[in-house]
């Protein structure tokens, strides 16, 4: 006999240590290498900014290299002006740092001698006044014995000098520092940001000049087997990337000559520091405009003795930051960066923990590049999760989610964002109707209690009589592309487009008296727990088409109850199933046991489930008996409407009632 091989039991966290691990060495990696990976990080950002220029210089004919030369010197000029335009103001703001703290000091004591210091004198009396009443009564306390001894007047002598000598003075002078030293002090705090700034250029110059290598050793990193797709995505998020970073980039500079302009007009001293300040904590999500706002604020107020300035420099950012982030911006590139708020945040606090400043003002873009990738590369599809705006959930999944959670008041907020895009019998064939399938597969699969079936079953029909108010018409605007700049997907339809609505209905007055009775039209439930529900759906979008239906459950179509089924005013018998499980005896029972009913009646089969195997079976098909087949609501309206233009119009001497159509003799129920 073979020894029997023991395996050993894994725990439920093995399979979570490998990523921790992963994640804390890739964690570890970006902190200790902050010195690198800065400048490599401010290359590739910038590398997406000034990509679309090179790109242009190449289509003039001036060759790679050229023109890779000629727009990274154009970047160093800009970058080389800017910062003179700042050492220039910082210079000029410190010349005048006495005279704004004697006003700042003038001013605390303005404030003080007037109302607010008066309440602040009555507030500490108050003070006192409480703590002498809270305090206890003081004894006085008794002498000491050596105070009882000695008579008044004669006190101890001060005790006496120990080292009479005078102390010598003594004066340490620093030696004169050296050239070099002297160099080396004055260099110092400019040779790491020049370093800085050479990496930057020299990292983003070989960005450029390999930017086809890069992009294939990456395709071949993420995985190379759909090479068409593969590239098709990288370089169009390449291509919405240097777009986002455009025109963030463009409005944050307008903003800040809008705020410069502003100040000068106001009087506030260095506009132009201020400005170019401005337009870079616009980059910081959230406080980034209070930060803006604050130091021009101080400012006003030490140049200003009095308090107008301040509160024109106040009115100008709370004007112009709401105008630019609640209207410029949603129409220039949408509401959303691509980024869930929670994502801004998070990605705020952890770059900011491991790279200081620079990390907060990097957060957005780098967590931007992160949600692209995982939008176009699978493997790195969990940052899109993670990061990313978009629902976690399909409208599909999130439906059955909310009727299983009991939550029908959400569940009718996602079907008020859907219509406004959508028509009614889209959404029931693409959201609604395939949720109750993931129910009925769930309820098949005996994983639903009944009490959640009745939760489900209630939560539908109340979902149902809210939108009873809503027409089965496509809405007249579409959706417009604001906010899938960074999709990724901007192609991507909804999910209720592939149905449109009926477009070619008449008008629900001009239907013939006998088609809009109550009861035309039978809804009949299959004899799944859900069923009902498809049926209440069919039923409405006939009764706005001018149909008359009624839904009858499944129960009311039984063998013992059918007899006693009114059915005398039906001109179509629609029966709905989610699923049949492959096994269509019942259905084929169900249909000959409506015709015996129903004689005269067309009968439609609506088995919602597009792929089952009756609908590609021809023969099943036969066997059933029935006249109409459709997969979707919507081609159940419009079986309807085809059987109500195929009965011919009655002359006027003619019975009001149509002639039924021939139907073959009914088939007497199987054994």
Avoid at 121 to 139: C, D, F, T, V, W
Avoid at 436 to 442: E, I, K, R, S, V
Avoid at 509 to 522: F, I, K, M
Wanted: with cysteine; aromatic share 6%; hydrophobic share 50%.
């Amino acid at each position: 006999m073979k020894p029997a091989r023991v395996q050993a039991a894994e725990t439920p966290g093995d399979g979570l240590a490998a990523p921790l691990v992963i994640a804390a060495v890739i964690v570890a990696a970006l902190y200790f290498g902050r010195e690198i990976l800065i400048p490599i990080a401010i290359a590739v950002l910038l590398s997406f900014v000034i990509g679309p220029l090179v790109a242009l210089l190449r289509k003039l004919r001036l060759g790679r290299i050229l023109s890779v030369g000629v727009a990274v010197l154009l970047l160093l000029a800009v970058v080389a002006g800017l910062g003179g335009l700042i050492g220039m103001q910082v210079a000029d703001l410190s010349t005048g740092l006495p005279r704004y703290q004697r006003t700042i000091a003038q001013k605390a004591e303005n404030l003080k001698a007037g109302p607010l210091g008066s309440m602040a004198g009555y507030l500490r009396s108050i003070n006192h006044q409480i703590q002498q009443a809270g305090a206890p009564e003081q004894k006085p306390q008794d002498q000491t014995k050596e105070q009882k001894e000695k008579p008044e007047g004669k006190r101890a002598p001060p005790p006496a000098v120990q080292n009479p000598d005078k102390p010598v003075l003594v004066e340490v002078r620093d030696r004169e520092p050296s050239p070099v030293e002297l160099a080396e002090k004055l260099l110092a705090p400019v040779v790491s940001p020049l370093a800085t700034l050479g990496i930057v250029f020299v990292v983003l110059i070989f960005i450029l000049v390999q930017r086809e290598d890069l992009r294939d050793r990456m395709i071949r990193l993420v995985g190379s087997s759909d090479l068409h797709r593969t590239t098709v995505a990288m370089d169009d998020a390449a291509r919405r990337l240097s777009r986002f970073f455009l025109v963030q980039l463009a409005l944050n500079a307008g903003f800040g000559l809008a705020i410069g302009t502003g100040l000068w007009l106001i009087g506030v001293p260095n506009p132009i520091l201020w400005g170019i300040f401005t337009a870079l904590m616009r980059f910081v999500p959230y406080i980034g405009a209070f930060l803006s706002a604050l130091l021009p604020l101080v400012l006003a107020a030490a140049v200003d003795p009095g308090w107008n300035m301040v509160l024109a420099t106040a009115a100008l950012f709370l004007v112009l930051e709401p105008l630019v982030g609640q209207f410029i911006e949603p129409l220039v590139y949408g509401h959303s960066t691509g980024l869930s708020p929670f994502a801004v945040l998070v990605s705020a606090l952890f770059w900011t923990w491991l790279w200081g400043p620079v990390g907060l003002l990097l957060s957005t873009p780098l967590t931007v590049c992160l949600v692209v990738l995982g939008r176009h590369v699978d493997k790195l599809e969990f940052l899109d999760v993670l990061f990313g705006d978009r629902p976690a959930l399909t409208p599909v999944e999130n439906f059955y989610q909310r009727m299983l959670a009991d939550d029908p008041d959400e569940a009718q907020e996602l079907a008020e964002v859907i219509l406004a895009q959508c028509s009614l019998s889209s959404y029931y064939d693409e959201v609604a109707l395939k949720g109750l399938q993931l129910a009925a597969t769930d309820a098949r699969r005996g994983v639903l209690t009944e009490n959640q079936l009745e939760r489900i079953r209630v939560g539908i029909a109340q979902l149902i009589e809210d939108l009873s108010d809503r027409d089965d018409a496509a809405p007249e605007t579409k959706p417009t592309l604001a906010g899938r700049l960074l999709s990724g997907r901007q192609d991507e339809e909804m999910p209720c487009e592939a149905s449109p609505a009926v477009t070619d209905a008449p008008a629900p007055d001009q239907l013939p008296e006998e088609w809009r009775r109550e009861g035309a039209v039978l809804c009949v439930a299959g004899r799944g727990p859900l069923d009902e529900a498809a049926s209440m759906m069919l039923a409405q979008l006939l009764d706005k088409h001018g149909f008359g239906t009624r839904v009858v459950p499944f129960e009311a179509v039984s063998r013992a109850e059918i007899a006693s089924l009114d059915a005398a005013a039906a001109r179509m018998v629609c029966i709905s199933y989610l699923e049949i499980s492959g096994k269509p005896a019942h259905l084929r029972y169900l249909i000959q046991r409506v015709r015996r009913r129903a004689p005269e009646a067309q009968v439609l089969v609506g088995l919602w489930p597009a792929d089952d195997a009756v609908l590609s079976d021809p023969g099943a098909r036969e066997s059933l008996g029935a006249d109409h087949y459709a997969v979707s609501l919507r081609e159940g309206v419009e079986a309807c409407l085809e059987a109500l233009r195929a009965v011919p119009a009655p002359s006027p001497a003619a019975s009001p009632a149509l002639e039924p159509k021939p139907k073959p003799e009914p088939v007497h129920e199987e054994a």
